[in-house]
């Protein structure tokens, strides 16, 4: 082993939450994003929902995900009809059968939500990745255990019928603002 005297390593690292849509009476998709600079074994992933709506919860999934071969993906903490809120945990293996994550950036699980029928048009509901409680944002991996920052997803009801065409900011409209946006995303 190393010592390095007075030697700090500070990470970049975030869980970001994708801002979706989807019409009342149907299922939404929210994909979650890790930036990860250094390996990483174990994700606690927070995410509480409250709505004035009544968002619902349904189901996570790793599909598709830079964590899809994780031998562990379950709930920490469940609590979705009072607390309106869940806890992740994603692990790689207890006993190095898989690898850690390799550094980089990408989904790492995605969350489902139904949008219940009586959910009125316009409305939305961010879900915190913050944390609470006990349970916060975390990354384990070999070299460090963690809390990371995060960027809060938003679900918002949007029309029963038709997006509009090239509205790639999801105002209602075209504007020379959804070029921007484009560009930007």
Not at 133 to 154: C, H, K, M, R, S
Request: one cysteine or more; aromatic letters at 12%.
């Amino acid at each position: 082993s190393n010592t390095k005297e007075n030697f700090i390593i500070v990470y970049a690292d975030t869980i970001k939450g994708e801002n979706t849509g989807g019409n009342p009476d149907t299922q939404v998709e929210m994909v979650l994003t890790a930036n990860n600079t250094a390996p990483v074994r174990y994700f606690k992933v927070p995410a509480e929902f409250p709505s004035s709506f009544g968002l619902v919860f349904d189901s996570f999934s790793t599909a598709g995900c830079r964590t899809d071969y994780f031998e562990q993906q379950e709930y920490l903490h469940y609590d979705p009809w009072w607390g309106h809120r869940v806890t992740l945990k994603l692990v790689s293996s207890d006993n190095e059968t898989s690898p850690d994550l390799p550094a980089g950036s990408g989904p790492i699980v995605k969350l489902y939500f139904t949008i219940p029928a009586g959910a009125t048009v316009g409305e939305s509901a961010v879900v915190d990745l913050n944390g609470y409680e006990t349970f916060l944002p975390e990354y384990q991996g070999p070299l460090a255990i963690y809390q990371v920052e995060t960027v809060d997803g938003e679900i918002t009801v949007s029309e029963s019928c038709c997006a509009v065409r090239g509205d790639a900011d999801h105002d209602g409209g075209l504007t020379p603002l959804d070029a921007s946006y484009f560009v930007d995303w």
